[in-house]
């Protein structure tokens, strides 16, 4: 079966820095990769997608990188702020993932100012 | 209304109750689905709906959970003799474009069971 990874463990970092959250993969390259935002007590809000024949996408201060070879998605957030702190969950979707969206556990980002 | 809105936010049950969760979906999104969130995870499928019909169930754990869609728009999720494993929170989600397309979640329902 499909297995994601994202970090465990809570990254921490200072503000101003830039924040790379990473999402690996096993077997089967998606046919497109979401990153959400969920803050605490929230439903998860969509960031960004990128597709299969695409290698990287960016949204303001947001990037996202996707290498089917590596079977790796990287996430940074550039100049980051404490408003940034957050969940930060990775999702894979197409036909091997049964055409529905499939979570990974998330890693939860602090920024501290 | 302008988001995708669940009701109750927080439901307590006994052991054993039925719950009925409600989500009322974007206006004029065609497909929605139910998520469900243990603490610490990330969302796990249930059931996806395009329109009124119920495409792919097949996240759904057991047969003491059920959902509908009957009118294409609002879906409630029910889940009968409840147990302490289905304490969670419940998230449901719609979208424009089908299972491609990015998500747009309610704040989702969290259930407790004692």
């Known amino acids: 079966s499909q297995k994601i990874e994202q970090n465990s463990e809570a990254l921490n970092i200072q503000e101003g820095k830039t924040a790379t959250l990473t999402c690996n993969y096993t077997n089967y390259s998606p046919a497109y990769l979401q990153w959400y935002r969920q803050d605490p007590g929230r439903g998860p809000v969509f960031l960004l997608l990128?597709?299969?024949?695409?290698k990287e996408k960016r949204k303001e201060r947001l990037k996202v990188t996707f290498d089917t070879t590596l079977k790796q998605s990287l996430f940074h957030i550039t100049a980051s702020q404490p408003a940034d702190s957050a969940t930060y969950l990775c999702?894979?979707?197409?036909?091997?993932?049964?055409?529905?969206?499939?979570f990974g556990a998330g890693t939860i980002l602090r920024v501290k100012s | 209304g302008a988001g995708v809105s669940q009701s109750p936010r927080y439901k307590v049950a006994k052991r054993g109750q039925d719950v009925a969760l409600r989500c009322d979906p974007i206006?004029?999104?065609?497909?929605l689905f139910w998520y469900q969130q243990a603490l610490g995870q990330g969302p796990e499928f249930l059931t996806y709906?395009?329109?009124?019909?119920?495409?792919?169930k097949s996240g759904l754990p057991s047969d003491r959970f059920f959902a509908e869609r009957p009118e294409g728009s609002v879906s409630t999720l029910k889940i009968q003799r409840t147990q302490q494993e289905d304490s969670a929170v419940y998230l449901c989600?719609?979208?424009?474009?089908?299972?491609?397309?990015?998500?747009?979640f309610g704040e989702g329902s969290r259930l407790t069971v004692l």
């Open positions: 989600a719609s979208s424009f474009t089908g299972l491609t397309g990015e998500l747009f």
């Open positions: 999702a894979l979707g197409g036909m091997e993932y049964g055409n529905k969206l499939v």
């Open positions: 990128i597709r299969e024949n695409e």
């Open positions: 709906f395009q329109n009124e019909a119920q495409l792919d």
């Open positions: 206006s004029g999104h065609v497909s």
